[in-house]
């Protein structure tokens, strides 16, 4: 399966930005991972394999909705109210089984990242 993740730009702090991530076939549970220069990639977001289950990093909640369109096989993530610390390459990733949402050795398949830059 190939992941190809879009949507990155530049925004002011306070806007919002969308991002997809389409997957070439099925998958199971998916999630979003970031990575700001300097730092481990750290966990975003999940969404199960039926879109019921969703999970957030407790810095983005309130601000960012994961979802994703099963007979499209693709996954998005509304990012409002962005600052300039959600600044860094976002990573869409997917897995095969059942496995921890939150790190990152439980998924197979990753995107090649898409950057999100927010100006203050």
């Known amino acids: 399966v190939q992941l190809q993740a879009s949507g990155g730009g530049l925004v002011q702090a306070g806007e919002s930005l969308d991002l997809s991530c389409a997957a070439s076939g099925r998958t199971f549970g998916m999630g979003w991972f970031r990575q700001a220069p300097g730092k481990e990639r750290e966990f975003v977001a999940y969404?199960?394999?039926?879109?019921?289950?969703?999970q957030y990093v407790e810095s983005v909640k309130g601000r960012f909705t994961i979802s994703r369109d099963i007979a499209k096989n693709t996954m998005y993530l509304q990012m409002n109210n962005l600052e300039p610390e959600d600044t860094a390459v976002y990573y869409c990733a997917a897995q095969r089984v059942l496995g921890d949402p939150a790190t990152t050795t439980t998924y197979d398949y990753w995107g090649q990242g898409t950057l999100v830059t927010v100006s203050s």
């Open positions: 969404i199960s394999a039926s879109g019921i289950t969703k």
